[in-house]
């Protein structure tokens, strides 16, 4: 954890001044780390300001094929992916991008030390419905030698050996968090002047809290021990909040304590959210904030992975409440 000193004095600094100060911590610390840091700021600032006119684009673009900078139209999540690539390919420090988006991953730079896997936009079925979506993001180091063809020791690491990872929630403001295992630290990005600014030094999850977050509607295919504990939330008395965008959900019980579920279902057998670009990074987060993220019988950080769009079982918040859960 980053000493409380040290925040206490940083509160409002400016991202990049945070990053640029807390540069030592990085094991390697070169400033490629916090350069890539500052190239998905400033990719999440522009596409920020694309979900926020995501409503206007039907009343200002012409019929629906090209925008104002007469580029084709395209779905916000694919455009995010666009912009994200774009702003690391131009950065240089990653050499591949493992996305949502992509069957495959991407190379970007054969000189590049980092492995970046990414949700660009995440929560697809809020985008069009003015409800809060994120991006998320799991930084690794390249194993292999730089200069050389990527390897798959490169981009299928465990979640344990990310070196940083965070998301960006555009919500009712827009905010920036990530870890780079020093502690958390939350950034809000003020309009006006299109900076991000610390708002929320080293973060802790609550050890408990009477939150759960699950998609009920799927409940009668969930597994006996998962339903075993829905009904002992209800019995407890607890409070049901579902929003369906994972950030979203995530970033309340970070703040307030609460757990977060996505069992397998009998449509999902091994769930439905993705382990390299979802689970990883929220797991490395929770856990960096006092919290816990299992699959239902093992840590995340410690699933090998075998694919890059591998579906796991995803059981993240307080630690106490994940512990319960498993207790199940
Ligand atoms: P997506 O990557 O297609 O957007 O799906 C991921 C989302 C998560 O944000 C959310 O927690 C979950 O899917 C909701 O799924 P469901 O509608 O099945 O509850
Ligand atoms: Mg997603």
């Known amino acids: 954890m980053v000493e409380a000193s040290r925040i206490g004095q940083s509160i409002g600094f400016t991202l990049d001044r945070f990053i640029k100060n807390n540069q030592d911590q990085f094991q390697y610390a070169s400033g490629e780390l916090s350069q890539l840091l500052r190239d998905i700021a400033l990719a999440s600032k522009v596409v920020n300001r694309e979900v926020n006119k995501a409503g206007l684009i039907d009343i200002m673009g012409p019929l629906g094929s090209q925008n104002m900078t007469g580029e084709d139209q395209q779905k916000l999540d694919v455009l995010a992916n666009i912009r994200f690539t774009r702003a690391l390919k131009k950065g240089g420090e990653v050499c591949a991008l493992i996305s949502e988006e992509s069957e495959s991953y991407e190379d970007l730079n054969n000189n590049g030390k980092y492995v970046i896997a990414i949700d660009p936009l995440d929560g697809s079925s809020n985008i069009d419905v003015n409800v809060s ?97 829905l009904q002992f939330c209800k019995d407890s008395t607890y409070t049901a909040r579902y929003i369906g965008s994972l950030v979203a959900d995530f970033h309340r019980n970070l703040l307030k304590g ?61 630690r106490q409440m994940v512990e319960k859960a498993q207790s199940f």
């Open 133 to 229: 979506i994120g991006t998320i993001f799991s930084i690794y180091r390249r194993k292999s030698k730089i200069g050389g063809p990527i390897q798959s020791e490169d981009i299928l690491q465990k979640g344990s050996e990310q070196v940083a990872a965070g998301y960006i929630l555009y919500g009712s403001s827009t905010m920036l968090v990530y870890t780079t295992g020093h502690g958390v630290n939350g950034f809000t990005f003020e309009q006006s002047l299109g900076e991000y600014f610390l708002s929320h030094p080293d973060m802790e999850m609550p050890e408990t809290g009477k939150v759960y977050s699950i998609n009920e509607g799927a409940s009668n295919s969930f597994p006996e021990p998962v339903k075993k504990y």
């Open 258 to 318: 609460g757990i977060y579920i996505y069992p397998s279902t009998a449509k999902d057998t091994k769930g439905k959210l993705r382990l390299m670009y979802e689970c990883n990074a929220l797991a490395f987060i929770s856990e960096q904030a006092g919290g816990l993220a299992t699959d239902g019988e093992q840590r995340i950080l410690d699933i090998e992975p075998q694919d890059l769009h591998q579906r796991t079982p995803f059981y993240v918040g307080s």
